[in-house]
């Protein structure tokens, strides 16, 4: 069973570019989240979807930062418009339907640099 | 509303020697708690896990944590450390069904020869 899949592993961007991430869920797990975790901090909860439903977005920065879990395909990070300050790696993590404890499995994140 | 503390943001020992982290939690709801650990540049690995089971835990590479609810606390240790345990460690609680982890700052565990 494949674990959670993120692409690109590395991403560079110039200011002012769009950034996407995207990240594959572990097979049969339908919820997704995203993190990030700027340098030398812990990680921090952007946004949980379930297919084609955004659920909690309470983390996610108010501009140029949306999120999708599409029917088919995997889940997108956008980033529209980058700046510094959005240099850092970002983490995508899922869980099964149905479980009681939130136990997520991590991929092994984007990092995101832009100049 | 829930959160997590972190003691020490580094911490050293020597090989063979104990390993305590300590993590101390704040929620308004019974907590599930969990230990994460994150090699240079990689994803996170689940350590172990609180689910309110036992209050002492057992996880993978020899670590375990003990959940004490009086004191709020979820600390992790190990009796004898290892090089390859030097890592960042975090700890994190979630609430009840499918929710976001809220994680503390991490702390870097180093292992002396």
């Known amino acids: 069973n494949a674990g959670v899949m993120q692409n690109p592993r590395h991403l560079v961007r110039r200011r002012g570019q769009e950034a996407r991430l995207r990240c594959s869920p572990m097979?049969?797990?339908?919820?997704v989240y995203w993190y990030r975790q700027l340098p030398e901090e812990g990680l921090k909860f952007m946004v949980y979807?379930?297919?084609?439903?955004?659920?909690?977005e309470s983390g996610m920065p108010k501009e140029r930062f949306s999120a999708e879990f599409p029917k088919e395909g995997p889940s997108i990070l956008r980033i529209q418009q980058v700046v510094r300050g959005d240099s850092a790696a970002y983490f995508c993590?899922?869980?099964?339907?149905?479980?009681?404890?939130?136990?997520?499995?991590f991929g092994p994140g984007t990092r995101l640099t832009v100049l | 509303a829930q959160s997590v503390t972190q003691l020490g943001s580094h911490v050293s020992v020597s090989e063979g020697a104990l390993v305590l982290l300590r993590c101390n939690y704040s929620s308004s709801v019974p907590p599930y708690l969990f230990w994460y650990v994150q090699y240079p540049n990689q994803g996170l690995q689940l350590l172990l896990k609180?689910?309110?089971?036992?209050?002492l835990v057992k996880g993978i590479n020899g670590f375990e944590a003990e959940f004490k609810k009086s004191e709020t606390s979820f600390h992790l240790t190990k009796p004898s450390a290892h090089m390859s345990d030097a890592a960042e460690y975090f700890c994190a609680v979630s609430g009840l069904g499918a929710q976001k982890l809220v994680f503390g700052q991490g702390t870097r565990l180093t292992i002396n020869p």
């Open positions: 993590a899922s869980s099964p339907p149905g479980v009681t404890y939130n136990e997520q499995f």
């Open positions: 097979k049969g797990h339908s919820h």
């Open positions: 979807l379930q297919k084609e439903n955004i659920i909690d």
């Open positions: 609180y689910t309110s089971a036992a209050t």
